[in-house]
């Protein structure tokens, strides 16, 4: 067998591999959500389902910020930003997220300002130094960076900065995690919890798919050892009948998270009733808005948001692809009318999206590496 | 947007102590340290920075394999490095 792309510690994977196949259970097989799109990235840019035994699925979840917004968003952004004299920030990663009638490179060559940036205080910076523009961030985000927008937030009102607002789309995992759960299209063994997202929230939130859905997770790091390292600690865990929430990650992860963090969140955001979720539909208390307090930051008060839902483009199945249901391959338009230069879909979109990852290290069928490579 | 980058921090700015002055693979950047000031961050220690803002304090080890992780992944990274490399919140 070759492997997609050895890393220095190829050794020590094939080991660990060796003791994740010592485990399986003859006739069973086993899925595993991995919930980050950093972990997707990780495990098709090293080929590590190549370790893997074929008992074993990987099923990549709904964490890519970027994918996961429907294209609604996108337009109420595109709206915000054609208000007279607005100059609208974002992450680079958005810039060619379609939305209905184009991205934001589409809008600017009718005329809005839509300007990447690499942190929201970039765009603070932008707001004083051009008084006679109202600066819009597009916030965007998981636990991972909600807590710079929130300090953001609470910089410029100590600033006084006032032609500056927030676009909030800062979503939560916890919520997403939960309607996996309940979704009867998919039965899951075990995830591989994010790694980023828990240094944030730390590990406890996580209890509940322990103790009520009675499912091992374990929150891992991003290397390919971590990945493979948090595999064997899920099938461990299912030999021996438990189902408990374990830390592989724990050199960077805090069990308790980072309170500085989950405080200024809380005093500057506040949970809306319900959010839509690109290929989840709405899904309650799953995203952020600014808290009243800081009201004055708030783009979706300062301006008029249409707010209309938008279908996705038909042949599009990266709802499917988002809740593990399809593959990417096993998409119509992978590869073919979607691709990560004319993208369809937002999971070719952002290169932690799990189609995008597929595409660019040539991975077009689970099986297609073991064909081509084995004598 | 959601890779963590270490960076090692230089200085930390006297007339504004939540933000730090990192180099980040031989890129020098200001940075906000706001959410790790009970870790007591302090010259020549490491930290995970995300978006323009340290998240986590780490040892000098995990530093030197995430970026040997970053460095492998490519572009993403690269894309990531290129964004600081224009980020200037002074």
């Known amino acids: 067998m070759r492997f997609v792309d050895e890393f220095r510690d190829a050794d020590k994977a094939r080991a660990l591999a060796s003791k994740i196949a010592g485990l399986c259970e003859p006739g069973r097989d086993y899925k595993f959500m991995e919930v980050c799109g950093g972990h997707t990235h990780t495990i098709y840019k090293h080929g590590l389902e190549d370790y893997l035994p074929e008992a074993i699925t990987l099923v990549h979840g709904p964490g890519c910020p970027v994918c996961v917004i429907p294209m609604g968003r996108i337009d109420d952004a595109i709206s915000i930003a054609r208000h007279p004299g607005v100059l609208m920030t974002s992450f680079g990663d958005m810039m060619r997220v379609p939305g209905s009638n184009g991205n934001f490179f589409d809008s600017n060559a009718e005329n809005t300002t839509i300007r990447m940036v690499y942190s929201p205080l970039d765009s603070l910076k932008i707001a004083r130094q051009n008084p006679d523009r109202d600066v819009v961030f597009m916030a965007i985000g998981f636990e991972t960076t909600t807590p710079s927008t929130a300090m953001t937030i609470l910089r410029a009102a100590a600033e006084g900065i006032d032609n500056f607002s927030i676009f909030c789309n800062h979503i939560t995992i916890i919520p997403a995690i939960k309607a996996i759960l309940d979704s009867p299209d998919l039965r899951l063994d075990g995830f591989i919890g994010p790694g980023h997202v828990s240094t944030v929230i730390g590990c406890h939130p996580y209890d509940f798919i322990a103790a009520h859905y009675g499912k091992p997770i374990v929150v891992a790091g991003f290397e390919p050892l971590d990945i493979l390292q948090s595999i064997y600690m899920l099938m461990l865990q299912l030999q021996e009948g438990r189902s408990e929430v374990e830390n592989q990650y724990s050199r960077v992860v805090p069990w308790e998270g980072n309170p500085t963090a989950l405080r200024v969140i809380n005093d500057t955001m506040q949970l809306r009733p319900y959010f839509e979720w690109r290929g989840l539909g709405f899904i309650s208390h799953s995203a952020l808005r600014v808290r009243d307090e800081y009201a004055r930051f708030d783009a979706e008060l300062k301006y008029q948001v249409p707010g209309v839902r938008v279908a996705d483009p038909k042949a599009c199945q990266c709802g499917e692809v988002l809740k593990g249901v399809l593959k990417p391959w096993e998409c119509k338009v992978f590869g073919t009318a979607c691709t990560p230069e004319t993208p369809i879909g937002t999971c070719m979109v952002s290169p932690e999206g799990a189609c995008a990852a597929y595409y660019n290290f040539g991975r077009f069928t689970r099986t297609k590496v073991h064909e081509a490579s084995t004598p | ?90």
Not at chain 2, 4 to 29: F, H, K
């Open chain 2, 1 to 90: 947007m959601c890779l963590g980058i270490p960076g090692e921090v230089i200085e930390i700015l006297t007339d504004r102590p939540d933000l730090a002055r990192v180099d980040v693979s031989g890129v020098t950047r200001a940075i906000n340290i706001g959410l790790v000031a009970d870790d007591g961050i302090a010259p020549g220690d490491w930290v995970l920075i995300h978006v323009g803002f340290a998240l986590s304090k780490i040892d000098e080890a995990e530093a030197k394999a995430a970026m040997d992780f970053l460095e492998s992944i490519g572009k993403a990274y690269d894309d990531e490095i290129a964004a600081l490399r224009e980020s200037h919140i002074l």
